[in-house]
């Protein structure tokens, strides 16, 4: 079965520091592979996303994320953080490949916090 | 730009009692989806919708719950008989094609 891992629950960057949040998947076939952000008291809103082609893509507010398949991962990178980063950043995969309508599996989500 | 709304952004009921959650997908969208998040726990898939029938729903997904579109521009969740698990926040999710899922601000459900 699909499944998504986020390994670290929480973590804490300097603000203007460099951002790495991992995420890896199970997936047998080629994935679609989103990274969401959510605010407090928010939705999710939309960051990046992977379908195929360029493995790594680019995404709003700066932030990009790399594809590799060896690795089943997905990680998510910003080169330098603002406090108003500061959120729980989900990673999800597309239940089915190529198939509207489908389920996203989420992961656990990492919490992100920006000191001064 | 368009977004996913949501109403009531907040809805507190009584166990036993039934309730509905709305939805207004981004106008263009073609799937809608319904999704919850227990306190502190991952985004778990609900259900998604297309064409007026369901096309996908998960084991949570059980007979207590219901969607429908009754208009052009609603898309609701029924939960007939709420339980205190059923206490979660619950998102709409809109797309027009592949996986690429708009979200609403979600409804917080908090069951007494």
Not at chain 2, 67 to 93: H, Q, W
Request: proline share 4%; aromatic share 14%.
């Amino acid at each position: 079965a699909q499944s998504v891992t986020q390994p670290d629950i929480h973590i804490t960057v300097s603000e203007g520091a460099s951002l790495e949040l991992r995420c890896n998947y199970s997936y047998g076939a080629t994935p679609y592979l989103f990274w969401y952000v959510q605010s407090p008291g928010q939705g999710l809103q939309l960051l990046l996303k992977y379908f195929s082609g360029d493995t790594l893509v680019q995404g709003i507010k700066g932030f990009e994320a790399e594809f590799k398949r060896s690795q089943s991962s997905f990680n998510l990178r910003k080169p330098s953080v603002h406090w108003s980063d500061a959120a729980e950043y989900f990673c999800a995969v597309g239940a089915q490949a190529n198939q509207a309508g489908t389920a996203l599996i989420f992961g656990k989500g990492t919490t992100l916090s920006v000191s001064s | 730009e368009p977004e996913v709304t949501q109403t009531p952004s907040h809805q507190v009921t009584q166990m036993g009692q039934e309730v509905i959650l709305r939805c207004v997908p981004i106008s263009n969208h073609l799937y809608f989806y319904w999704y919850r998040q227990i306190l502190g726990q991952k985004v778990e898939f609900l259900v998604s919708f297309y064409n007026n029938e369901i096309s996908e729903k998960s084991e949570i997904f059980d007979d207590q719950f219901s969607v429908e579109r009754p208009d052009g521009s609603n898309f609701t969740l029924k939960i007939r008989s709420t339980k205190l698990e059923d206490s979660a926040m619950y998102f709409c999710a809109s797309s027009e094609l592949a996986n690429e899922q708009f979200f609403g601000p979600g409804t917080r459900l908090t069951v007494l």
